[in-house]
Structure formats: C-alpha cells, structure tokens
C-alpha cells in the first residue's frame, strides 16, 4: 500500500529552530510522543521551554504523553498558503488535547473525517505519518467507540 | 473621572496632532516606499499640532518598522533626539504599546515631543495570506508541518472554540463586518469608501479557514499613520484641542506565551476569549474610568470574532454576550457602543492599528465622519489572540 502524506512537506520552514524542541521532534522520528515534564516539581509543559514556569527548575525528564485525546478545536483551511498546499485545500487543523493533562496541547491534524464530522470533543487516536525524510509528525484519527 | 496617575497634572501625556498618508490597497504606494510614507504622516502630524518637526526628540513605533530611527531623524531634521522605542509584538498588537511608550517618555520627561507611527508598504511574498512571512517565528516547526501558516489559520481554532462555548453564530460576525463598511461609506478615506457590503455578499464570499470568511478578515493596505505626543503643560502653546491619554497599556494574560504562535496550550478557560482581561483591568485602573463611562470604542479588528472577545474582554458587555450585543445593533452609528466609526481595519485601512488611535482622536476632537455626539471618553485596543497585546483610553 503506498501511503501519501496528509500534507506535503513544507521545507526549510517547518523545522526546528529553538534548541528546546529538538528532543522533541527527535522523539517523534522514533514514533514517540513525548512532552517535557520538571524533575523538580512533577508539571508537565509544552510548547517544549528551558526552565519549568511553575518552579524555575531546567531539570527536566520526557515523558510518555496519555494516549486519551481529543478535539479540542479545529479548522478547516480552505486558503492555499504556499503552492505546495493547492492540491490539499480544504484541510483540518487539529488543535489536539489530552484529558489526563492540564493545557498541554498540539497542533496536528485529523485524519480520514470529513470536515463536517469534526467535533470539539471527540475522541482521538494517535498515528504516525512520516512528512519528509526524518520529519515524523504525530497525527490523529478518530478513537474507536470504548476501544 | 478622576486619575489614578501619580503624574502631575502638567505632565500628564496628550496627543496633539494626528497625521496620515493616503491608505490604499497593497502594492499601489510600493514606488515610494514606507519612509516616505512615515514622513509624510510624521509631518502632517507636526503640522496637525502646530509643532515644528524638527523639535520631535522621541520616536516610538511597534510591529518592525523599517522607518528606523537615524532615517527618521535624518529626513525630518530632528536636532535633538532623546527617545526611541520599539515595542514587540507581532502585527498591531503593539499599536497602543508604542503609545503607552510615548507616553511614559513625556510623563518621565525623557522626551518632551514623541511622534508614534507606523508605515506599511507592503510586498509581494509577504501577503497575510501566505507562508513566508513565519520563518522568523521560533514555535513555527510546531504549526507549519500541520498547515498552519498564516494569522487567520494560527487564530481560526481559538475562533471556533468561541463560537462553540457561547453559541456565537456567522450572523453575529457578519455584523460586525457590515457595521464597519457601513461606516466607511461615510469616510472618504477609507479603502472600501463607495463600496457597500451586503449580508448576502458576506454569505457568498469564499471561506478562508473556518469560521472566517474573506470579509471576516482584515485588508492588506499601504499607508501611514502617525501621533504627536506631549505634556499637557507644551500643549497650552499649541493651536489645536490635546486630547488626554489616560492610561495606555501593554499586557498578556498568564499561559498566553504558548498561545497562537506556540502550541495553543494557553488556560483552557480562555482558550476561546482572547487575552486582554487582566490588560483591561489594568487599564481602567490606571485610568480611573469604569468601562460604563466608555462612549465609543476602536477595536482592533484583524478578524471579526476578535471584535467580539474584545467587547467582552473589555467589559463592554458580559462573557459570551458578544453576539447578542451585536445583533441588537449597539455597535452601529446611533447604537450605544458606536465602533470602529471610521471603518477600522477591516473597511478604512489595516495600518496595523494606528489607525484606530487616529479615529479616536478624531472623534474626542468632534471632527469624526461618524460622530458619536457628546463622545468623552474613548477605548482603543490593539490585537487580540496572541501576546503582549495593548489598549488605551483616550479623553476629550
Ligand atoms: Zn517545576
């Protein structure tokens, strides 16, 4: 089965520049998704950050993320922001939520629902696409009824 | 109303002359180029307050401009500079913050003329639309894979989430686009002046990224717009009516860092409501005013959902009541929250905000297209949605 992206890759924009997301995103090539969480005081934080805003600690441990998600919000793109996506339009943004967490959040998209399926709160699933060579992307398709 | 200020009353900041190019569409003023444009607004601001522009000793503008200091105080022959601030934040967020910082030099006396302003020509490849201009964002690897590269995507889910949490409606934003072009029909400075838009225009426009509709969406212009700020004590010299700045802000509520540009991990409770309660909150303090002594408002409009988390958000009226305010037609000319009387950005010109300040100056003056009789007290806010935003009020 040959397996086309849900997007296609972007290029040079889409990679990392902040050193505190490398971690991140090197997780992610290994179909891990990870978030950071302070040795210090237990919290867990995401957008990935040098210092713990709760307690100031840089101490800091990856952990496994809760595999319950859901839809927290969403969009659908119907605007082709580079030529690249001319062929993808009208495409979901996913604003994904883990329940077992408080505000941790990623951006990602839903895959296989149509947009008038899309609702804030359903149940979501984590799969793994691969965009580009090394460029894994943590996406999500709709949770199967008390799986 | 009483000031909250320990500034003295002599020192207390005003604006004293407004000043603005002419705003057309993209790429129509691209031959002169955003210094021209700075300096002509620079000078019909100057003239506007009487002043000769070679006594400015302050700049202050916001958002990048590329009208930098040592251009400004080479082509306007400054003799004295003493002041020059750049306030962050992406788009016109920072449009009340280079006030604020205008404002906090003549009341510290670091300065005693500031001219704020903002100039925008603005290029091919950088359209609002379009991915290029994000590079520079350091959280952008955390949107882009996932086809999140433009403002009206990166604010689109927070949009929705609204909507979803007060039972906010397409008919409540489509008011707030017909009001505004509305009022620019009786502004003959404003880009869609002779353009009127229908609800059923509105319905038929192309979606840009759900919930946002094209004139849901604020313009892509080219213009100038600058303010002339000094001490009520300088202003007794000058010709014209000073209006005062009773307080000028920047703020962000906490957890809002992660917020659009990041990963949208801001509080969940907020999610869906902008950013600008503990801004207002500080706002009103410093000026002393409750917002039910607020006459009229400029709200900064990049989307019109903005507009109504703002009215919320600023208290003037309740959460989630935004779209009710609008549709009993309170935001209209004659209505009892009169904004956006020139237009805003969605009608007269997106000049990332100054603008706004402009109009409001305009109105406190009594010399607005759309005048709101007896108008004493005004609200500007500037951005919405991401962090630090900004806000002042103005008074007659
Ligand atoms: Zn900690």
């Known amino acids: 089965m040959t397996m086309t ?5 972007l290029g040079p924009i889409t990679a990392p520049q902040l050193p505190d997301h490398f971690a991140f995103w090197d997780y992610c090539a290994k179909r891990e998704l990870r978030f ?29 993320a809760p595999s319950r998600a859901e839809l927290f919000s969403y969009t659908v793109v119907h605007h082709a922001s580079t030529p690249a996506l001319r062929g993808h339009v009208p495409y979901n943004i996913a604003i994904v939520a883990f329940p077992d967490l408080v505000d941790i959040r990623i951006v990602s998209n839903v895959l296989d629902v149509p947009p008038q399926e ?3 709160g359903m149940p979501l699933q984590l799969v793994w696409q691969e965009q580009a060579p090394g460029r894994v992307l943590p996406l999500f398709v709709r949770a199967k009824a008390t799986a | 109303m ?38 002509e607004a620079a000078l019909n601001a ?83 639309g379009e991915a290029g201009g994000f590079s520079e964002v350091p959280q952008i690897d955390l949107l882009a894979p996932f086809g999140m590269l433009m403002p009206a995507s990166m604010m689109a889910p927070s949009f929705m989430r609204y909507m979803h949490e007060y039972g906010i409606r397409t008919e409540h934003l489509a008011e ?39 004139y849901d969406c604020c313009q892509e212009n080219d213009g100038a717009c600058a303010l002339l700020v000094t001490t009520a004590e300088r202003a007794r010299d000058l010709p014209g009516k000073p209006v005062r700045v009773l307080s000028a802000q920047q703020g962000g509520n906490p957890g809002w860092g992660s917020a659009t540009m990041g990963s949208h991990t801001m509080p969940a409770a907020e999610y869906g409501w902008g950013n600008g309660e503990q801004l207002s909150n500080d706002l009103y303090a410093a000026a002393g005013v409750s917002p039910s002594e607020v006459d009229f408002a400029q709200i900064y409009d990049h989307f019109t ?21 609008v549709a009993a037609g309170k935001i209209r000319r004659g209505g009892s929250m009169p904004l956006n009387t020139a237009g805003g950005l969605l009608s007269e010109a997106y000049i ?43 008074a007659a």
């Open chain 2, 2 to 39: 009483s000031s909250a200020s320990p500034v003295r009353e002599s020192q207390r900041a005003c604006i004293v002359g407004i000043g603005e190019t002419r705003y057309t569409k993209r790429g129509e003023q691209a031959d002169r180029g955003e210094w021209a444009l700075a300096c």
């Open chain 1, 36 to 64: 950071q969480c302070c040795s210090a005081c237990g919290q867990w934080r995401h957008p990935p950050a040098p210092v713990c805003p709760h307690c100031g600690s840089a101490a800091v441990e990856w952990k496994l």
């Open chain 2, 352 to 394: 990332h905000g100054l603008n706004l300040v402009a109009e409001a100056v305009r109105q406190l003056r009594g010399e607005s297209t759309s005048q709101v009789p007896g108008a004493r007290v005004g609200l500007v806010t500037a951005g919405i949605g991401s962090t630090p935003i900004s806000a002042a009020l103005l």
């Open chain 2, 176 to 214: 707030v686009a017909l009001a505004f072009r509305d009022n620019a029909q009786r502004n003959p400075r404003a880009v869609m002046h002779g353009l009127p838009l229908s609800i059923n225009q509105y319905m038929a426009a192309r979606m840009i990224a759900e919930p946002l509709r094209l």
């Open chain 2, 46 to 128: 100057t003239r506007d307050a009487g002043l000769d522009p070679r006594n400015i000793e302050g700049l202050a503008s916001y958002s990048g401009d590329t009208s930098l200091p040592w251009l400004m105080q080479h082509a306007l022959g400054i003799q004295h500079l003493r002041f020059a601030s750049m306030v962050w934040g992406g788009g016109g967020s920072g449009a009340c913050g280079s006030l604020a910082h205008a404002v906090a030099a003549v009341e510290s006396g670091q300065a005693a003329n500031v001219l704020v302003f903002r100039s925008i020509v603005q290029r091919p490849g950088s359209r609002y």
């Open chain 2, 305 to 325: 959902p903005a507009v109504l988390m703002s009215l919320e958000n600023f208290g003037l009226c309740g959460r989630g009541e935004g779209g009710d305010f």
């Open chain 1, 5 to 9: 992206s849900y997007l296609p890759d």
């Open chain 1, 118 to 120: 899309l609702r804030i």
